[in-house]
């Protein structure tokens, strides 16, 4: 393996955070234009440095692929350990994509503080890729606590009218969940005899007890991460608050961190446990499926519309994965990728109208079709996304994971294909009360359609709803063989 293979993941990590820094240094609002530019120059590069693990990725293997493992605290066996598998590389590729998205997003709109604002996206960036691409419990455990610090800083700074109070809360729920995945962490290092190694975590032959303990502190951290019912409601404050790039990177990323924690460590550590919690888990996705799904039909912000859609989409994840069956498994995993697209065109179309009519409220909007054809176009093209149309990428995930359950437990498919009805009877319900009927209005009637930047950061999001959903055939084989062994690990009993 090349010096670039071995140290990709490094370089892909540290690149944004050091960019980030140096963005930073540009200082005051004096130097803006400067602090732009370099934030989409570094943006764009870390996304170009991403693509090779795409395009070297081994598809007949689920092992760790491009893994970098040297010594860090010799003290306590800490080791500075990368590496990524079929799970983990579409979740990178993902983040360093709508990192770009996220800059030009933000483009004209952040006008104070605007260095800081760059910067915060940017080291968030790197830590989130820390997150999916550490294989050593210490490391895991700070890039997971490290990203809470910039999203915090960017709800808290840049965010609405109450932004401290959903950016504590944030804070306060990510955090409290987290303390316990620590203390689940502690333990399997005694167990072991002294190794942080996630992929030593997972041979241990822990008794059933134990099991039950370990994967009940890491479910704490990752459904309040997810987020499950019933400690979702930080989410929809943190997305009514949060800038537009904040509510991207929150609903795209920030939540697949928590369902990635459960293949990487809650699942394969604590196999047994959680097919003895997998009825719990599925009631509790079931519930978020139809149950959040009708609150969002209640709904008169069109933020907390799509943050209370996203819970529901989400639920759609964690049923695929404790249904223990491949298809609903990778059916899952395509959802996640699919929920970042879609959830986070959504939200930058909602950023479009409230940046030039300074409202989220459905009531406010009406006939915006009738002066803004192309924004309009985008918005039910994400819209019917969102409520699964065949030929986007929404489909397919919700697709494989209601055939999967359903080889399972037809009840269980049953109730989760109430979603669709339901996410299309909201999804559409806003369209039309915002895009269709008589211009309700002079504010809507002034409205200018798209700038060239808004046309091109939408245009890229919709290129990926429909390459995933049209050929999604590349995806599933790069996570076939990491699911079918984490299938075959989880199926074998411990005890």
């Known amino acids: 393996m090349s010096w670039f293979d071995q140290h990709l993941l490094s370089l892909v990590i540290w690149f944004p955070v050091l960019g980030g820094i140096l963005v930073l240094s540009t200082g005051s609002d ?16 870390s996304f170009i440095l991403s693509l090779p693990l795409w395009t070297r990725f081994r598809l007949d293997t689920a092992a760790m692929q491009f893994v970098e493992r040297q010594p860090w605290i010799d003290r306590f066996n800490v080791h500075y350990h990368l590496g990524i598998d079929g799970i983990a590389m579409p979740l990178v590729l993902l983040t360093t994509f709508l990192t770009v998205i996220v800059v030009i997003a933000g483009w004209q709109v952040i006008r104070e503080r605007v260095a800081q604002y760059f910067a915060s996206f940017l080291i968030m960036e790197g830590l989130m890729i820390g997150v999916f691409c550490s294989l050593d419990g210490v490391l895991f455990y700070l ?63 822990l008794d059933g007890p134990t099991q039950l303990m370990v994967f009940l502190a890491f479910f704490a ?28 990177i929150l609903a795209a990323i920030t939540l697949k961190m928590g369902a990635y924690g459960f293949l990487r460590l809650a699942i394969p550590i604590a196999p047994d446990a959680a097919h003895q919690l997998a009825p719990l888990v ?40 404790f249904i223990f069956d491949t298809r609903a498994m990778e059916g899952a995993l395509v959802q996640m990728i699919s929920h970042g697209f879609v959830s986070g065109a959504l939200f930058l179309c909602v950023g479009v ?23 309009s176009f985008f918005l039910v093209f994400f819209a019917m996304a969102n409520a699964g149309l065949p030929g986007t990428s929404g489909f397919v995930g919700e697709f494989l994971v209601i055939l999967g ?71 599933l084989d790069v996570m076939h063989a990491s699911v079918d062994n984490l299938l075959a690990h989880a199926a074998v009993s411990k005890l």
């Open 30 to 45: 004096r130097n803006a234009p400067v602090a732009r530019r370099l934030a989409l120059g570094i943006a764009i590069t």
């Open 143 to 205: 890039f997971w606590e490290a990203m809470l610090i910039p999203m915090f800083l960017i709800v808290g700074v840049w965010g609405g009218p109450n932004r401290v109070y959903a950016a504590i809360k944030f804070f306060l729920y990510t955090l409290l969940g987290s303390l316990l995945m620590l203390v689940a962490l502690l333990y399997l290092y005694n167990a072991t005899g002294g190794s942080f190694n996630i992929l030593t975590f997972a041979q241990l032959p």
């Open 221 to 248: 951290a990752f459904a309040v991460k997810v987020p499950m019912v019933p400690v979702h409601t930080w989410l929809p404050d943190a997305h009514v608050e949060a800038p537009t790039g904040g509510s991207v």
């Open 282 to 321: 599925i009631a509790l996705s079931l519930v978020a499926v139809i149950y959040i799904a009708l609150v969002a039909l209640v709904q008169q912000d069109m933020k907390k519309l799509i943050a209370y859609s996203s819970i529901s989409h989400m639920g759609f994840v964690t049923l695929g994965f």
């Open 353 to 375: 109208l409230y940046d030039r009519l300074h409202s989220r409220e459905i009531a406010s909007y009406g006939g915006v079709v009738k002066v803004m054809p192309v924004f």
């Open 405 to 475: 359950t359903f080889s399972v437990n037809g009840w269980y498919a049953a109730l989760a294909a109430v979603t669709l009805v339901v996410g299309a009877a909201y999804t559409l319900w806003m369209v039309k009360r915002v895009a269709f009927g008589p211009v309700t209005s002079p504010a809507v009637a002034q409205l200018q359609d798209l700038s060239g930047r808004e046309t091109l950061m939408l245009l890229m999001v919709a290129a990926g709803v429909l390459a995933l959903g049209l050929w999604p055939l590349p995806l």
